[in-house]
C-alpha cells in the first residue's frame, strides 16, 4: 500500500511516498489539487511494479502538463533504476537527491547513503564506506555505470 502525507504551505505542497506503489490507485485524487511547487519525497519508497510504474508515469505527465514545478527528494534505489531505464520517468521534475545503497561484507548490513545530484556530478560516491552495523567494509551495492547514468543527462 501506497502512503500519502501532505504538507501544505502557500505556494508549496510537500508530499511523501511510502510503502508500495503496485496497484493501480488514483494518486492524483489521492494527492489532491497540485501546488505550483511540489517537493516529492520518495526516501521510503520500498517497491514500484509495472502497474505502479504506469500509475506513477500518468501522474507525473499530469503534472508536467499543469507546469508543476516539482522537486524530487530522496529518491531510493527503487525509483534511481526508472530514472535509468524508463525514459520521461521524472517527466519534467527535478531531482534534487537520491539514496545510495551499500551492503556489508562481513555482515550483509545493507544501507543507504544520501547524496545530492550535484555532489554526485562533482565527484561519484565512493565505492566503500563504513558499515553502520559492524564497523567494517560496506561497499556499493549496484553497477557504478549504471546507477549514475541519469545524472550525467541532468543540467
Ligand atoms: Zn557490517
Not at 504538507?7 to 508500495?20: C, I, P, R, S, Y
Not at 488514483?26 to 489532491?32: M, S
Request: aromatic share 8%.
Amino acid at each position: 500500500m501506497l502512503n500519502v502525507t501532505l504538507e501544505k504551505q502557500k505556494n508549496l505542497m510537500k508530499v511523501t511516498f511510502a510503502g508500495d506503489l503496485t496497484k493501480n490507485i488514483p494518486l492524483e485524487e489521492l494527492v489532491g489539487p497540485p501546488a505550483p511547487n511540489m517537493i516529492i519525497n520518495c526516501r521510503d519508497l520500498l517497491r514500484i511494479n509495472s502497474v505502479g510504474i504506469r500509475v506513477w508515469l500518468r501522474y507525473f505527465r499530469m503534472l508536467a502538463e499543469r507546469r508543476v514545478h516539482v522537486t524530487l527528494q530522496e529518491c531510493p534505489p527503487s525509483i534511481v533504476e526508472h530514472f535509468n531505464n524508463i525514459s520521461n520517468f521524472r517527466g519534467k521534475a527535478v531531482v534534487e537527491s537520491i539514496l545510495v545503497p551499500y551492503r556489508c561484507i562481513a555482515c550483509k548490513n545493507g544501507e543507504t547513503i544520501l547524496y545530492t545530484i550535484e555532489e554526485i556530478q562533482e565527484r561519484l560516491p565512493p565505492v566503500e564506506t563504513k558499515c553502520g552495523h559492524c564497523g567494517k567494509s560496506s561497499v556499493f551495492d549496484d553497477i557504478t555505470q549504471e546507477y549514475f547514468r541519469f545524472t550525467k543527462e541532468i543540467d
